[in-house]
Nanobody, 127 residues
Framework: QLQLVESGGGLVQPGGSLRLSCAASGFSLDYYVIGWFRQAPGKGREGVSCISRSGGITNNVDSVKGRFTISRDNAKNTVYLQMNSLKPEDTAVYYC????????????????????WGQGTQVTVSS
């Protein structure tokens, strides 16, 4: 069974940067589309960024475009989310998730597309 473990979260000041990692074990990550989601306190979970199996296609939600970059290193079985120019509204628990379905930009933010989820990592943006 595929297992996902997120890391890299923490407390950062507004304008700062963090890089989240999603490390996979159990299966090769090559087979999976990966999405990053987040859930802020009192809110539902939302899709943030997603990446195709090869890494050649990515998609970001409008609120993070130009600030967040998703990438993957299949040799290391890891997907990354580089987050720059962080804002207080980026505060949330961030989750990575894996899908065996084909990458479709319009669908990659739907939770139902994903079967395997990590446990999440907390990101807090505050001065």
């Amino acid at each position: 069974q595929l297992q996902l473990v997120e890391s890299g979260g923490g407390l950062v000041q507004p304008g700062g940067s963090l890089r989240l990692s999603c490390a996979a074990s159990g299966f090769s990550l090559d087979y999976y589309v990966i999405g990053w989601f987040r859930q802020a306190p009192g809110k539902g979970r939302e899709g943030v960024s997603c990446i195709s199996r090869s890494g050649g296609i990515t998609n970001n939600v409008d609120s993070v475009k130009g600030r967040f970059t998703i990438s993957r290193d299949n040799a290391k079985n890891t997907v990354y989310l580089q987050m720059n120019s962080l804002k207080p509204e980026d505060t949330a628990v961030y989750y990575c998730a894996a899908s065996t379905r084909s990458f479709v930009s319009g669908l990659c933010f739907r939770e139902g597309e994903y079967v395997d989820w990590g446990q999440g990592t907390q990101v807090t943006v505050s001065s």
